[in-house]
């Protein structure tokens, strides 16, 4: 064989394995896939949802679903290809999902802080849509990790009262005071437990360590969740999904529950959007695989937050849920107690 030929085949062989590896090798992309619906109107794994103690809560039906993504990251070119030929899927850059110089435990945390406050928002924003005024605040212990500063002094549910014998009832609170010292130095933390008279408090010393994002920044190393105090409790019980975007279905069944009659008339409404404690709805991401996961699950409306709509609007109508467009709690419930009433009621429509 002439070393010419010999030089082409080489260097055809040499690509060709080339080639091969590069399909298989990772590419910083994610996939976004329609995931599981929750009715927040009913059980997990047996744990009502969403339970209300202290106020009379009323019979209802239908479901009030509300609608998640699932991602699959560390993608090779041939996976990314598949998905992106997908028409139920979208594949979009890492660094949308993750942003640059952030864990993977960082994201985690980041969002499971996402739903609790989402949840907190959820309840203000109902329970102002019925009249109910909040009493005060409370922030109290939702997770502590692994090796955390805390582990063994503190435990979840705890609600932490004082940092170094200043007063604390917010997360911004908490957050401030600790930051006064630097990393490394004890912090006198006072807490109630769970099932103690309200009078009862404990002390822990906690030894900070410097924060993830900012080494300047002591911590304690626990996920706080922040509530406000009303004359009776709601509970939501979600711990599987994380950010902010539940807040909006969470006040529908809030608010569901503690009205007479069955707001959805027996029908499946699902939905999406954060929501402020004013009742305010804001923009999520991945709306089209959400109301590709409503319609599997049988939805005939799904609320889109307003600044949703030209992109829900891209998902195939054919059996696709009606759109219906949402920018408050109150315009929610008002669209959705006009179709309970009838079905071709005029509402505002993406």
Avoid: H
């Avoid at 979208?90 to 660094?95: D, Q, R, Y």
């Avoid at 006198?188 to 099932?195: C, D, L, M, N, S």
């Avoid at 994380?242 to 499946?268: C, E, H, N, R, Y």
């Avoid at 954060?274 to 804001?282: K, L, P, S």
């Amino acid at each position: 064989m002439a070393r010419r030929t010999q030089s082409l085949v080489v260097a055809s062989v040499l690509a060709f394995a080339l080639l091969v590896v590069g399909l298989w090798m990772p590419v910083p992309f994610v996939t976004l896939a329609p995931g599981p619906v929750t009715d927040t109107l009913g059980a997990v794994d047996g744990t009502q949802l969403i339970t209300v103690e202290g106020r009379r809560t009323y019979p209802t039906s239908g479901r009030l679903d509300l609608t998640t993504v699932e991602e699959t990251p560390k993608l090779n070119l041939v996976s990314a290809l598949k998905d992106w030929a997908n028409g139920d899927r979208a594949v979009v850059p890492t660094e949308l999902i993750r942003p640059p110089g952030s864990s993977q435990e960082q994201v985690q945390q980041e969002n499971a802080q996402a739903m609790l406050d989402s949840q907190d928002q959820a309840t203000a924003a109902a329970l102002t849509q019925l009249g109910v005024a909040a009493t005060g605040r409370s922030v109290a212990v939702y997770t502590i990790p692994s090796g955390s500063p805390a582990a063994g002094r503190l435990a979840t549910g705890d609600v932490i009262t004082q940092i170094d014998g200043v007063a604390v009832s917010t997360q911004d609170q908490l957050r401030a005071q600790v930051g006064k010292v630097r990393p490394g130095t004890a912090v006198t933390v006072a807490y109630k437990r769970g099932g103690k008279p309200a009078t009862a408090t404990a002390t822990a010393t906690i030894t900070t360590r410097p924060a993830p994002d900012d080494p300047s920044r002591a911590m304690i190393g626990i996920t706080a969740t922040e509530k406000r105090i009303y004359p009776f409790t709601v509970r939501i019980r979600l711990s599987d999904v994380g950010g902010p975007s539940a807040g909006l279905m969470f006040a529908m069944g809030i608010v569901d529950l503690l009205t007479p009659g069955p707001l959805t008339g027996g029908k499946i409404i699902a939905g999406t959007g954060t929501i402020t404690a004013a009742g305010e709805v804001g923009p999520i991401g991945g709306i089209q695989q959400k109301i590709l996961g409503a319609k599997a699950s049988g939805a005939s409306v799904f609320l889109v937050p307003a600044a949703n709509c030209a992109d829900a609007r891209s998902v195939d109508s054919a059996g696709a849920p009606r759109l219906v467009k949402v920018d408050t709690l109150a315009g929610a419930v008002k669209a959705v107690d006009a179709l309970r009433i009838s079905p071709a009621a005029s509402v505002p429509s993406c």
